[in-house]
């Protein structure tokens, strides 16, 4: 059984930052990812990363403020967020698709079939 914990939400002013972690249960994921969900609003990609060759990916209204990164040594992803602003609340999740290492990883959530439970991210102005 997969399990994936997420830890790191909390609130800040637009502007600021955090960093989110997901720590995996085990090292046979191929794919790692974030993503988040806003009050009335379908989930949505952030960033991805494959595990092996450490090739990324990121949504469009994240670029440039967040990285997504890995530590392979404590089986753990990171997610820093920076120049947080109010469009970016939401609760954010770790997700994981084992896959085998040549596939792509996206940021489509259909892509994944393990979640974490989320940790909330609140911005305000």
């Known amino acids: 059984q997969v399990q994936l914990v997420e830890s790191g939400g909390g609130s800040v002013q637009a502007g600021g930052s955090l960093t989110l972690s997901c720590v995996a249960s085990?090292?046979?994921?191929?794919?790692l990812g974030w993503f988040r969900q806003a009050p009335g609003k379908e989930r949505e990609g952030v960033a991805s990363?494959?595990?092996?060759?450490?090739?990324?990916e990121y949504a469009d209204s994240v670029k440039g403020r967040f990285t997504i990164s890995q530590d392979s040594a404590v089986n753990t992803l990171y997610l820093q967020m920076n120049n947080l602003q109010p469009e970016d609340t939401a609760i954010y999740y770790c997700?994981?698709?084992?896959?085998?290492?040549?596939?792509?990883?996206?940021?489509?959530?259909?892509?994944?079939?393990?979640w974490g439970q989320g940790t909330q991210v609140t911005v305000s102005s």
């Open positions: 085990t090292y046979r994921l191929n794919c």
């Open positions: 990363i494959n595990r092996r060759y450490g090739q990324t």
């Open positions: 997700a994981a698709h084992e896959g085998q290492y040549w596939e792509a990883c996206t940021v489509q959530p259909g892509q994944y079939n393990r």
